[in-house]
C-alpha cells in the first residue's frame, strides 16, 4: 500500500450532484506526519494506483459481459441487484416511470412558469417567463438521473449537441418539481438562464461515471454503449476475462480460482473497502477537498461514517458492507442492523460476544435493547434535497443539539 500522497494545488469543480462535491475550492493539505495503518485516499488518488476502481476508465468495451452473461452463474445475485435503486439510477428520459405517472409537472416561481410534460413517446420540458415579455422554450427530456428513492433530474442536448441540466429537479417527498439543489436562481437574466445549465463535458464523464457502467472508453464519453445503472462490473471491474475463465473450468470439469480474474472487494482492508464505495459516494477526502459542510455532507456515507467514534482507525466490523449488502436494497427495518452493533458493543449483562438478544442496553441505559440506529443514527432533513438522510456518524444524540459537522 502507498502512502497518502497529497498535492500542492488541486481544483476540484464536480456538480452538486455529486456527492463529493459541494463547491469548486483549492485545497493545501500536507501534514500526515504520521500516517495511519491504513491510509484514507480522495478518489482521484485511487483512481491514479494500478488496477481496477470504480469510475475509472477502461480500455475497451469488448472487456464487459453486461449482467445478463453473470446471471447465467450468479442467478440469485442478479435477480436481486437489478432490483436496487443503484442499479437503476439511470434511464432514457422515455423510460422514466416517475415521468409516465406524473404526465404533468408544473412548478413556477417569480416571473417563471417550468412544465415538464410527458405523452407516450416523449417528455418535453418548456419554461415560460422572463421581463421582456413572454418568451417559451421547450427541450425534450433525453436522461433521467436517480430512480425516485430520493429525486429524479434532467439532462437533455440542444442543436450543438452539447448536455444541459434541468433547472427543476422531481422530488419524491414533493410529488413534484422544485428547484434542482444548489441551483436557484434569485433573478435569471432570461429564459434560457432560468430553464437550464449547461454541463462541461468533463463533468459529463463523471455524472456518468457514478450513475452508469462502462461510459468511458480509452478516455472517450461512450453513450451510445454504455450499461445503463451501477450494475456488477461497475463494482467487479470488466468480467469477460473471469467469464471466459469459468466457462472452461466448467467445460473441463475443474476448479478456476476466480480471485485471479474478477475482483471481489471483500478482500480489500477496511479503510479502502469504504473507499471503494466512496468512489461514488464520497470519500472523507473527497469530502474534505470539496468543503463540504453542514446537511449537505450527510448525503456522504463514508465520511459520516469515519468521523464517528466507533470507526476509529478502521475495523472490518463497521464497513459499507457490515451493514449494507450492496446486491440487495438499502433495508428499512432498523433491527436489521443492530447485529453490526451488537459485534463491537455486547450488551451489558451478557457474556462479551456478539448476541442479537441483549438483556440491557450497552451502557445500562433503559432506554433500549434493540433498533440501535432509531437514537444513534438519526435522520438529518436536507432542505435542498427535501429528504431526511441517515447520518451515518454514530453517536449519543443529545436533544436540540446542532448538526455535528
Ligand atoms: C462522484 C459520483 C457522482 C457524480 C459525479 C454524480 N452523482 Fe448523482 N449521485 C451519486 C450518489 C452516490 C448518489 C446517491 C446519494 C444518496 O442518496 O445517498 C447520487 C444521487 C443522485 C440523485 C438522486 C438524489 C439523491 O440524493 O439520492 C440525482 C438526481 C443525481 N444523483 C443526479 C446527478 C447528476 C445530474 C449528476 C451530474 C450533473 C450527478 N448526479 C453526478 C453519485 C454521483
Ligand atoms: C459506480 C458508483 C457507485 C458505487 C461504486 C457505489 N454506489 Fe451506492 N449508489 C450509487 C448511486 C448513483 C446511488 C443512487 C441510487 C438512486 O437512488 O438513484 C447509490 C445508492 C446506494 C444505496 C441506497 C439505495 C440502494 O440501492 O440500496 C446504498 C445503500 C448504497 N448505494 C450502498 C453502496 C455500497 C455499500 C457501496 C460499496 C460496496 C456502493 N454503494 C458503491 C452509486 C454507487
Ligand atoms: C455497488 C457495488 C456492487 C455491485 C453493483 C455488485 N457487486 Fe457483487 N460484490 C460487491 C461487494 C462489496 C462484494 C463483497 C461483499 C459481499 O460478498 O457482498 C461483492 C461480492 C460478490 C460476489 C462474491 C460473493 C460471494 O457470496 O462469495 C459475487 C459472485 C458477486 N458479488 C456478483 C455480483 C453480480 C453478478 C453483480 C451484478 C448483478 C454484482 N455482484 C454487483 C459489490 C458489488
Ligand atoms: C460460467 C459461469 C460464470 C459466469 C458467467 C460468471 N461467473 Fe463469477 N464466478 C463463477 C464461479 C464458479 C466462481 C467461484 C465460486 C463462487 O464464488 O461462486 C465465481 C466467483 C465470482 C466472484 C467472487 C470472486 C472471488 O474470488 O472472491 C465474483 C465477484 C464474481 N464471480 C463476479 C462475476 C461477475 C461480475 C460476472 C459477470 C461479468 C460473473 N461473475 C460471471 C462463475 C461465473
Ligand atoms: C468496530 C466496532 C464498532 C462498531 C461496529 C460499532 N461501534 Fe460504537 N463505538 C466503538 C468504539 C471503539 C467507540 C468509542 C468508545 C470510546 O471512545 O470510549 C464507540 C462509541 C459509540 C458510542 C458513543 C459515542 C459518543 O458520541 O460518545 C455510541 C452511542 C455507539 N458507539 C453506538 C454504536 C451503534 C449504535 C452501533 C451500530 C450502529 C455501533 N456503535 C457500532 C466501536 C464500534
Ligand atoms: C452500522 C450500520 C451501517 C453502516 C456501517 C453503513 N450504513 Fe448505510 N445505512 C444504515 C442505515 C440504518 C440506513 C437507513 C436505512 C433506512 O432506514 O432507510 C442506511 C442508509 C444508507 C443509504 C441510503 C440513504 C440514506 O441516507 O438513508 C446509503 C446510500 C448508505 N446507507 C450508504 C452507506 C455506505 C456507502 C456505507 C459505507 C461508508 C454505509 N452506508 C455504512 C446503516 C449503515
Ligand atoms: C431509545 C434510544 C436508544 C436506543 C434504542 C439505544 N440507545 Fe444507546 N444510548 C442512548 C442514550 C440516550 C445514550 C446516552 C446515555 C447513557 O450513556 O446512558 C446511549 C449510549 C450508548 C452508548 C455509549 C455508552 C457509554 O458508556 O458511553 C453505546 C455504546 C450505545 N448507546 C450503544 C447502543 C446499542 C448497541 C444499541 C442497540 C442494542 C443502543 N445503544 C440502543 C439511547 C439509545
Request: charged share 20%.
Amino acid at each position: 500500500m502507498s502512502g497518502v500522497r497529497t498535492e500542492l494545488f488541486r481544483i476540484i469543480s464536480i456538480s452538486i450532484w455529486s456527492v463529493a462535491a459541494v463547491a469548486g475550492m483549492f485545497l493545501v493539505p500536507g501534514f500526515l506526519a504520521c500516517p495511519p495503518a491504513f491510509a484514507q485516499l480522495s478518489t482521484s488518488d485511487h483512481l491514479g494506483e494500478p488496477g481496477f476502481w470504480p469510475t475509472q476508465n477502461v480500455a475497451s468495451r469488448d472487456q464487459f459481459a453486461g449482467a445478463a452473461v453473470c446471471a447465467n452463474c450468479h442467478a440469485a445475485k442478479t435477480a436481486s441487484q437489478k432490483l436496487t435503486s443503484m442499479a437503476r439510477t439511470s434511464l432514457h428520459a422515455d423510460g422514466s416511470e416517475i415521468l409516465h405517472s406524473h404526465p404533468k409537472m408544473n412548478f413556477a416561481v417569480g416571473d417563471y412558469h417550468y412544465e415538464i410534460k410527458t405523452g407516450a413517446k416523449e417528455s418535453s420540458y418548456t419554461v415560460t417567463g422572463g421581463t421582456e415579455g413572454s418568451n417559451t422554450i421547450s427541450a425534450t427530456l433525453l436522461w433521467a438521473f436517480g430512480i425516485g428513492r430520493v429525486a429524479q433530474s434532467y439532462l437533455f442536448k440542444k442543436g450543438d449537441g452539447n448536455f444541459y441540466e434541468s433547472r427543476v429537479t422531481y422530488f419524491t417527498t414533493l410529488q413534484n418539481l422544485n428547484f434542482t439543489p444548489a441551483r436557484a436562481l434569485a433573478s435569471p437574466k432570461d429564459v434560457a438562464e432560468a430553464m437550464y445549465r449547461p454541463v462541461p463535458s468533463t463533468e459529463i464523464v463523471r455524472c456518468f461515471g457514478c450513475h452508469t457502467t462502462a461510459s468511458t472508453i480509452g478516455g472517450q464519453f461512450d453513450e451510445k454503449n454504455l450499461i445503463l445503472g451501477v450494475s456488477c462490473e461497475a463494482c467487479h471491474g470488466p468480467g469477460v476475462k473471469h467469464v471466459a475463465a469459468m466457462q472452461a473450468a466448467a467445460l473441463a470439469g475443474t476448479t478456476e480460482n476466480s480471485a485471479e480474474t474478477i475482483v471481489n472487494p471483500a478482500r480489500l482492508n477496511p479503510v479502502d473497502m469504504v473507499d471503494f464505495c466512496g468512489a461514488c459516494h464520497g470519500t472523507w477526502w473527497d469530502v474534505k477537498f470539496s468543503g463540504g459542510k453542514g446537511v449537505t455532507t450527510a448525503r456522504s456515507a463514508p465520511f459520516r461514517l469515519e468521523e464517528s467514534k466507533c470507526w476509529g482507525k478502521g475495523d472490518t466490523r463497521l464497513t459499507c458492507i457490515a451493514c449494507h449488502d450492496p446486491h440487495v436494497e438499502v433495508r428499512t427495518d432498523p433491527t436489521s442492523y443492530d447485529r453490526a452493533c451488537l459485534s463491537c458493543h455486547p450488551a451489558s449483562g451478557t457474556a462479551k460476544t456478539a448476541s442479537t438478544e441483549p438483556s440491557m442496553h450497552p451502557s445500562g441505559h433503559p432506554a433500549g435493547t434493540k433498533d440501535c440506529v432509531t437514537c444513534h443514527m438519526p435522520k438529518v432533513y436536507d432542505p435542498d434535497m427535501h429528504y431526511k438522510f441517515t447520518d451515518h456518524r454514530i453517536r449519543i444524540v443529545h436533544e436540540g443539539e446542532a448538526y455535528p459537522d
